[in-house]
């Protein structure tokens, strides 16, 4: 996101639309989904308290009332931007115990809290917010105090909070897209087919309950099969024509009727998960019958919700975190290594075309076959080369597995391996194959194998996003 100062956003207006944030770090990443008929969300409600009246800093001429004025324009403008968060409370308080004492035993319904830092004190005050257990920020630009210092030994400690020192106001938006991951993540149903994979605690319904408050629901094969035949083989036609076959640069193995078939799931898959208030779906038939789930898993990431193949729970929960965060759709793949590049090669049949996002254009692609059995429909989507990314994978529901690097070229192996494939400079390839599960995963070719890979450097935000929920970061490279 590009910065946004506070002298640039007040001494800036737009005519028609008052006054806009830079970048727009995930703005209404489901408004696909909800205008295709997913039940909308509620939305996220963050409590906002503004502590520091005056004092020896910012110094004896500072007025809290016009600063908070200011903010609360801001905050406006990010509520807008990210059109699933309402801000609530407001309440200006001095930098004292008692009175944050009195705003703690008043949040009510709140999902999550903002501190806006205004002046010093002794950090108390914060410490009686934070230790309320919301998702917590605390922004404090420079001059409102030291009370900034204590905030790392709170995060030590395993508290919910995160910390942004900073001149630029857009952090602000950062934070409210992070604190609203926590919440969505209790509000979101999984549908699994036939059964799921991957490391032990991600395979438990009950777990994934516990942990990050997401129900699993599990659906038989058989019910898709009955999905698939009620579809209308008109509907499928149209969707097939409109989505795929008139935006694709080439058609090379599939017959149009494959095509339809691929479509006529993706309906199918899309009815019971709206019928289920489901988010996402895994599926451990994904190559099997009535068709392939490339296509369906791949427009369900285009409009910002998460299909996942292979029956994958750790990359599925890996997608739904950062969907809920940066607005962006996961590339599940199959890494190898190349280190006479020094580089990842990720590859894989399906992909999303939507890689900026449901808002964004649609990547190039070609409609294949999927490259195991050379049957069925796949994608080949050509993403762009120089695009930084980053490379993820949630373990145990507890260690948030990372990395980053940027695509130099679209790798020419069309001969084999799976048809989307893309070629990633990082910074030791060697050292990350050494180090590949950061020793977290343990276990088959299903639970060590797969990464998710999302355009952007999401590193710093992962790492904020990871004290707000828990998690331990590990870099494999």
């Known amino acids: 996101m590009a910065k946004v100062t506070r002298r640039e956003f007040f001494g800036t207006t737009v005519a028609a639309g008052g006054m806009l944030l830079a970048g727009g770090l995930a703005a209404r990443p489901l408004m696909a989904a909800e205008d295709a008929g997913w039940p909308k969300l509620p939305p996220v409600k963050i409590h906002v308290v503004y502590v520091g009246t005056g004092g020896a800093w910012p110094g004896p001429n500072f007025n809290a009332q016009a600063e908070v004025a200011k903010f609360k324009k801001y905050l406006a403008v990010v509520e807008d931007t990210l059109g699933d968060v309402k801000f609530v409370g407001g309440q200006l308080i001095p930098n004292s115990t008692p009175a944050a004492a009195k705003v703690a035993a008043g949040l009510g319904d709140a999902d999550a809290l903002l501190i806006v830092h205004l002046s010093f004190g002794s950090g108390h005050p914060f410490l009686k917010l934070v230790d309320v257990g919301l998702p917590t920020a605390i922004f404090s630009q420079p001059f409102s105090g030291h009370d900034w210092m204590y905030v790392p030994q709170w995060q030590k400690a395993g508290k919910k909070v995160i910390l942004l020192t900073s001149s630029d106001y857009g952090e602000l938006e950062r934070a409210a897209a992070l604190l609203r991951v926590p919440v969505r993540m209790r509000q979101t149903r999984i549908l699994v087919v036939r059964g799921p994979q991957g490391t032990a605690a991600a395979c438990s319904a009950e777990q994934v309950k516990d942990r990050l408050g997401a129900e699993v629901v599990r659906v038989s094969v058989e019910q898709t099969m009955q999905a698939h035949k009620a579809v209308d083989l008109k509907a499928a036609e149209a969707e097939a024509d409109r989505y795929w076959i008139s935006r694709a640069k080439k058609i090379v193995e599939p017959s149009r009727e494959q095509i339809v078939n691929s479509a006529r799931l993706f309906l199918a898959v899309k009815d019971m998960m709206i019928k289920e208030r489901a988010r996402a779906i895994a599926s451990s038939n994904c190559m099997g019958r009535p068709a392939k789930g490339c296509l369906t898993f791949s427009k369900l990431n285009d409009m910002g919700l998460v299909g996942a193949c292979e029956g994958d729970m750790d990359s599925t929960l890996t997608m739904l975190i950062f969907a809920y965060a940066f607005g962006v759709p996961g590339f599940i793949s199959d890494p190898l290594f190349d280190t006479s590049k020094n580089a990842v090669i990720h590859a894989h049949c399906t992909s999303t075309t939507k890689l900026d996002g449901p808002n964004g254009k649609r990547a190039p692609f070609l409609i294949r076959s999927q490259c195991d059995t050379n049957k069925g429909v796949s994608l080949e989507v050509q993403m762009r080369v120089g695009q930084e990314i980053t ?60 990464r998710v890979v999302f355009y952007g450097n999401r590193l710093a935000s992962m790492k904020d996003l990871a004290a707000l929920m828990g998690l331990k970061v590990v870099q494999e490279g």
């Open 391 to 450: 490379c993820a994978k949630l373990a145990n529901l507890d260690t948030m597995l990372i990395s980053t690097g940027k695509i130099i070229e679209l790798t020419d192996f069309h001969d084999r391996g799976c048809r989307t494939q893309i070629t990633t400079e990082v910074r030791d390839a060697r050292e990350m194959a050494h180090n590949w599960g950061g020793g977290v995963l343990k276990g088959g070719m299903m639970t060590l194998l797969h």
